[in-house]
C-alpha cells in the first residue's frame, strides 16, 4: 500500500468536532487506498497552558521535566483520534512518541530526531490497521525520558515520518490554506503561492512567518519529502494548498517571493566590549553553551582597544543572554561596560531565490524603507534573503512598503 | 535511608499554589531523613475532562485508546511537583508509569499492579535524589501500551511502591483530615478515628467512604504497609489524621467503629422464580459474565415451587443486569415472571471489629431503624459488617440514629 502522512495543527484538532472533521479527511484518504499516519498536535491552547504552568512553577526549569509535561497534550489528542477512527469503523490505533519510539537526541525541549523504525507500525498496517495515529512534537532520548522538538515540533515529526516511511507525500493540515507572500493580516494584498523552494520556505520559516517550522523543511529538503500545506477548514482538492518542492519545479522567477516579520526578536548591544583577538567566541560561546539562540551580529569598528557588539536573540531568550554574558564577566571571560536590551524592535525580511541571480534587491529594500522614514538598526542578508531590524512601531508598515515595492500581489 | 511514599489526591494538588504546599509537606520528610516517593493524582477535574472527552468520541470505548488519554493529567502533576521540587533545591525528578516501570496485567481501564522493579529509582536515590516522583493510577501492559488501575488507582501506586520499597509508611494526602466514624455532612456528631483496623477500612470503603481506593486498602492488608489518612490542607505532626494498620494496633474496643452509606445501590427482584437445585447459579452465573457486581442476595421461602430472588447491586448496572437475566431467559436457563429494579434505595452499613465478640450489635441496629419507623428492604451481614438497604429518602436519618445509637461521637 502506498502511504500517506497527514498533520493536523493545534486548531485543526481544537474540540472534538473539528478532531471528527480532520478523522473524515483522513477517512477520505483511506478510502483511495493508503495506508495513512496521523500525526497530531495538542488541542489548541493546552500547550501554552502547559507552557504557563512550568514557566510560573520553574522559570528556569530542568527542560527534562519540560518535555515530560508538555508533551502530554498530544497523547491526549492522538488517543482522541484514533476512538474517532474506530468509531467511523476505520481500523487505527495511537502511539506516543515512545512507542514507536522515536528516537532523539538528549537536547531536551529543542531534540533531534535520530530515527523511527518502522517494524512496530508496519506490523499493524500489515495485520489490517490502516491508521496510525501518532502524537507530534515528542520522542524519547537516549536517557530513556521524554524529549520534545521545540514548539511546531510536529511539523517536524510529520516530515521524519514521511521519510522513515517512503510516503507518497506529506500534507501537512492548519488553518491557514497555504504558503502567503506575506501575513494577510498586515496587508490584504498577501497572495496565497501555489508552489514555494525548500529553501524559500526555509527563510520564511526561520523568519517569524509560522506556517511551519524550520526543522521540518529543512528535513524534507533533505530527504525530499513532497509537502503540503493545505487548510483543514475547506473542502481539498488533490491540488490545493501550498506545496513545498525542489527548486527547479517552481516556475515563477521573482526577485523576492516573500516578506516575513517577526516581532520576537530583541537587540542586544555590549556596550565598549575590550576588544582583542577572540573576542567574539569569548561573547558567543557562553551564549551558545546557554542555549541563546544569536542571529544577527554586528561588530562597530574599534576605537581605543574597545568596540560595541550588537546582536539581536529572540525575546524570551534576553534574560538568560544576560545571565551568559554577567556570569562570562565575572569570570573575567570578557570585559564590557554596559549592556543593554532593546526589546522594541521588529525584523523585516525579504526572501526570493531569485536575488541569486538578480542585482539591486537589496537597495531596491533600504530605499523603500527610508522614503517611509523607517530607519534600520541591524543588516543581515543570505543568499536568497535581506533581514532588517527596525522599531517595532514601523513592523506593519514596513511589510506593507516592501510587499507593495515587490508587487508581490501579482500572480 | 528509611523510605516515605507520600501521596496527593486530585484536590490537594489542583493549583500549583497548592502543589507548592504539598512540596513544602515533602521538604519537612526530607529534612527528617527520609527518601521520598511521592505519588501524584491529576490536577482536581482533569481526569474528569479527559473522561469527558472519551465518552463523548466514542461511548463504547477502546479502553487502550481510554487509558493513553486519561493517563495524561497525572504526568502534568509529576513534572510540575519535580519541578516545584527543583525550586526549593530538593533533588528531585519525575517518572512515568511505563518509566518505573510500573507493571501491570492487561485490563486496561481496571489493570491490576503486578510488579514494582526498584531499581531504576533507587539507582538515583544511590546519585542523591532525595524524591522520586511518580505519576500515579497507571502503569504499562504485556502489550507495551499504558493501562489504568480504575479510579482512585493513585492510592493503589501509592500502597504499591510503599511495598516494593519497604516504605516505614505511606501517608495519603487528600481533603479531609482523616477517617471518621461517618460523613461529616450527615452529622456534624461525626467524630474522626485515630486508628482503624484495615479490615474495617476495607468494609468502609467498599461501602461507599470515599476516602481510599478499595484495593489499596486490601494491598496494604497483605503487604502490612502502614497506612495514613491525613489533610494537605492543615499543618501536620506524625500523630495527625488517621493510622490504617493491623487490627491488634487498635486500643479501642468498640462494637462498631463506623457508619457507612451508599446512594448508588439497587434493588433489583426477580418475581416467581421457578425454584430448582441450581437456581442461584443459573441467575447469578450470567450476572457475574455481564460484570455486575452483586453485593447482597435474598432468597424468599419457595410456594408451589417458585420463589423470589431479589439482589442488590451498582445503579449504574441495572441496565446490564437486566440485559442479561433477559438473555438468560431467553435462552431458557432461568424462568421468572417479572424482573423489578428499585433504585431508590439507599444501603446503610455499621462496621466494627468488636462485632466479633459483642453480640447484640445487629439486634440494637435493628431496634433503633424501627424506632425511626424506617423499614428494612434486604439485609447482608459479615463478620464485622451489617448492611441494610432502606428507602433513600429515609438514608439520612438512619445514618444519624445508628450514629446515635452506636455512641460513636464518643472518643
New interface residues.
Partial sequence: MPTLVMKFGGTSVAT?DR?RRAAKRVGVEVSKGYDVIVIVSAMSGETNK?VG??N???PL??A???D??V???E??T???M???L??MDVPA??W?G??VPVKTNDAHAAARIEEIPTDNINAKFGEGMKVAVVAGFQGIGPD???TTLGRGGSDTTAVAFAAAFGAERCDIYTDVDGVYTTDPRITDKARKLDKISFEEMLELASLGAKVLQTRSVELAMRYKVKLRVLSSFEEQSDEAGTLVCPEEEVMENRPVSGVAYSRDEAKMTLVSVADRPGIAAAIFGPLSDAGVNVDMIIQNIAEEGRTDMTFSCPTDQVKRAEKALNDAKDAGEINYHGLVADTAVAKISAVGIGMRSQSGVAAKMFKTLSDEGINIKVIATSEIKISVLVDRKYMELAVQALHDAFELEKA
Fill in positions: 472534538l478532531i502547559l504552568y512550568v510560573e512553577t520553574s526549569y530542568d527534562r521535566e519540560y515530560a509535561i508533551s502530554s497534550g497523547n491526549v492522538a488517543g482522541l484514533a476512538l474517532t474506530q468509531e490505533r495511537s506516543q515512545w512507542q530513556g525520558r521524554i
